[in-house]
């Protein structure tokens, strides 16, 4: 599995979480060239966070796709600085025969 994390500039330019109420948010860009089954992990750490609070996927490249972070049975992320992200796709897709495009996420945490 293969992807790269780029962080969104804001209206400024600024390319760092910013503050929201306690908590910080970052919109970033999750680029998925080679997608297994299971999906991708995400860490904190790749979008300038310590921690992960929230997660909501705010838009997808593919309009036959969908995404969705993936909760345990617990209703929490894969771990408080990391959470996976699930591809709704094709087969061929689902066996990381191509390239999946982006997916538009906007992440909740602390730094």
């Known amino acids: 599995m293969t992807h790269t994390t780029t962080i969104v500039a804001d209206h400024k330019g600024f390319t760092a979480p910013r503050v929201s109420g306690d908590e910080y948010f970052v919109d970033a860009n999750i680029n ?20 992960i609070s929230a997660v909501m996927v705010i ?6 796709h969908s995404a969705q972070a993936v909760l345990t049975s617990a209703g929490e992320y894969l771990s408080t600085s990391s959470f996976k992200l699930l591809l709704q796709a094709g087969v ?3 066996a990381g025969t191509g390239d999946e495009g982006i997916v538009r996420v906007r992440v909740y945490g602390n730094l």
């Open 32 to 51: 998925i060239t080679a997608y297994v089954q299971n999906g991708i992990t995400i860490t904190a750490s790749s979008l300038g966070l310590a921690t």
């Open 59 to 64: 838009g997808v490249e593919e309009e036959t």
């Open 92 to 94: 061929a897709e689902q």
